[in-house]
């Protein structure tokens, strides 16, 4: 019966150690998994497909209540005047860099990148308007919004369109298919599909800021 | 490939820190410039009483950092939101290690001024015996801790003035910013322009002999200060001329427009040349001159700013 006893209490000891150190094990691989899994959004913009109607600018505008006379899109008309009928458009608009000067310099982090899914963005009510994001930007994309007096920067609509489960206003209004917007760090999304069969380049790589939208410029060798 | 698609436009529209980010420059400068410079006489010449070029010294760099703080406050788009970036701190931001210095700072030029206006603050608060009391209290307190309170003001006077260089350096978009030699440049044009700004203070309302010792020391050293200075300006024009294709199209600001102007005349006329006519040209009778003394470290003065304006401005007009 003693030795029952002690079997038991054995058995007992090796059955739940088992148990919590499993579910322990289990849950640091989930923690890693999950690790692993947080997303990093990216755009494309493709030059090949853009023809300039700017419904980008006024989707971005309409959803984000960007204040009159103020964009955090833009489209540049970039044509070469020797060549006028090859049309060529290019989108400004924040990079969404990985190293963001912006979130670097901003001294009451109200830029900063969202925890949840890695996008730069802004808390107006913490920004004191000190215009130093906007300075620090390589990009030059970033401005102080009139209505809210605090600086302000494309998030791809993260408030928003996002929050709402839907795509970015301007990839949505694309008749074109001009804009492709993902997870970057998800292998099947359409926009990883994409960026393994065409060249893609970021603007001013030299910064080192590593943006997240990717340019497919339209490239003519000559026919 | 990479220049295969670029765009130029972009949301700022022109200079986005304006001439009050300039003026804080200056006062900046002013303020850490003339403590580092006065306290180190002190240091050197072992003195023990209290100096007209340091009571000078510890009024101005109080004066000009507490208002520095305004223009740096009066530049926000929400000035009453400044109190956040005093709860918020970033560490890689320059801004927020800069407002850090500066809150250690000012208590700093606060208790230097303490010491060295006791007798006048005693004298105001007389007839409140009781305020007196404690003043009296604090200060057999404070009186305990001046020498390391001098060598902290030191310290973190430099540190005032190369903040704000590193602050403007670290723009990379601005090749006439984003330089090593800018914080040392600010450094320096703050030792000049607090040299002139103490001692003028010092012979005007201290009653310091213009030709005294401390002021012969002053005398002496500004000119290697201005040496340095202009040889560092040489040396960021020279890196620009010498850099990459984006750097070698600012050396237009120095070459043609108002920017050239502001530069030649503001910072090298009046900044350097002004003084030097004045002190070395003109003969030992006008060099010796109140009005001379008074117009160079004027002119001292102006050429800082002339040279903070031109920094801030050209700058921020020719970017990438």
Not at chain 1, 36 to 61: L, S, W
Not at chain 1, 159 to 177: Q, R
Not at chain 2, 36 to 52: M, N, S
Request: hydrophobic letters at 45%; proline letters at 4%; glycine letters at 8%.
């Amino acid at each position: 019966m003693e030795n029952d006893g002690k079997r038991r209490a054995f058995l007992k000891v090796l059955g739940l150690g088992s148990v919590t150190l499993g579910t322990a094990g289990y849950s640091v691989a989930m923690a890693a998994e999950k690790v692993e899994k947080k997303p990093h959004y990216g755009m494309i913009f493709d030059q090949n497909k853009c023809v300039g109607c700017t419904d980008c600018e006024v989707a971005c505008r309409k959803v984000n209540e960007v204040p009159e006379g103020q964009v955090r899109l833009y489209l540049e008309n970039k044509t070469d005047p020797a060549t006028p009928m090859e049309k060529r458009y290019v989108r400004v608009s924040c990079q969404q860099c990985e190293d963001a000067p912006c979130v670097a310099v901003c001294p009451s982090k109200a830029c900063h990148r969202d925890g949840k899914t890695g996008i730069v963005t802004m808390n107006p009510d913490d920004c004191i308007a000190c215009k130093y994001c906007i300075v620090a930007c390589p990009y030059d994309v970033r401005f102080i919004n009139h209505k809210t007096k605090a600086a302000e920067n494309c998030n791809f609509c993260l408030n928003t369109n996002l929050a709402k489960g839907k795509e970015p206003a301007c990839v949505e209004s694309c008749k074109y298919k001009a804009l492709v917007f993902g997870d970057l760090n998800d292998e099947n999304a359409y926009i990883n599909q994409i960026l393994h069969v065409k060249d893609s380049v970021r603007m001013k790589p030299t910064y080192g800021t590593k943006p997240s939208l990717r340019y497919i410029p339209v490239v003519k060798v000559g026919v | 490939m990479n220049g295969a698609i670029n765009f130029t436009y972009g949301f700022s529209h022109g200079v986005e820190w304006g001439w009050p980010i300039a003026v804080y420059l200056l006062l900046a400068g002013i303020s850490g410039g003339a403590l580092i410079v006065a306290l180190l006489v002190c240091f050197y010449k072992k003195q023990h009483e209290d100096t007209p070029l340091l009571k000078a010294a510890s009024l101005v760099s109080f004066v000009t950092i507490a208002l520095g703080m305004v223009f740096l406050v009066g530049d926000l788009e929400k000035p009453l939101y400044f109190w956040k970036i005093l709860i918020h701190y970033n560490f890689t931001s320059v801004m927020s290690i800069g407002v850090m210095a500066i809150s250690v700072y000012i208590p700093l030029t606060v208790m230097m001024c303490l010491y060295l206006f006791e007798k006048e603050i005693s004298t105001i608060l007389a007839k409140k015996i009781q305020i007196l009391g404690y003043f009296e209290m604090v200060m057999v307190l404070l009186k305990k801790i001046r020498p390391l309170i001098e060598v902290l003001s030191v310290i973190f006077a430099v540190v005032i003035c190369a903040y704000t260089g590193f602050l403007i350096s670290v723009l990379v978009r601005f090749p006439i910013l984003n330089t090593a030699i800018l914080p040392a440049l600010f450094v320096v044009s703050g030792l000049s322009a607090g040299t002139a700004s103490a001692s003028m203070v010092a012979t005007w309302f201290f009653k310091e002999d213009a030709h005294s010792s401390d002021m012969k020391t002053l005398h002496v050293i500004e000119w290697p200060i201005m040496a340095v200075e202009i040889m560092l300006i040489a040396m960021l024009f020279v890196s620009l001329l010498v850099g990459n294709e984006f750097q070698q199209t600012t050396t237009v600001a120095f070459q043609s427009g108002v920017y050239a102007n502001l530069f030649w005349f503001g910072v090298m006329g009046v900044g350097f040349g002004l003084p030097l006519v004045l002190n070395f040209a003109l003969g030992k009778h006008v060099a010796n001159s109140h009005t001379a003394f008074y117009l160079s470290g004027m002119a001292s003065v102006t050429g800082v700013l002339c040279l903070r304006m031109f920094i801030i401005y050209a700058g921020q007009t020719f970017g990438v």
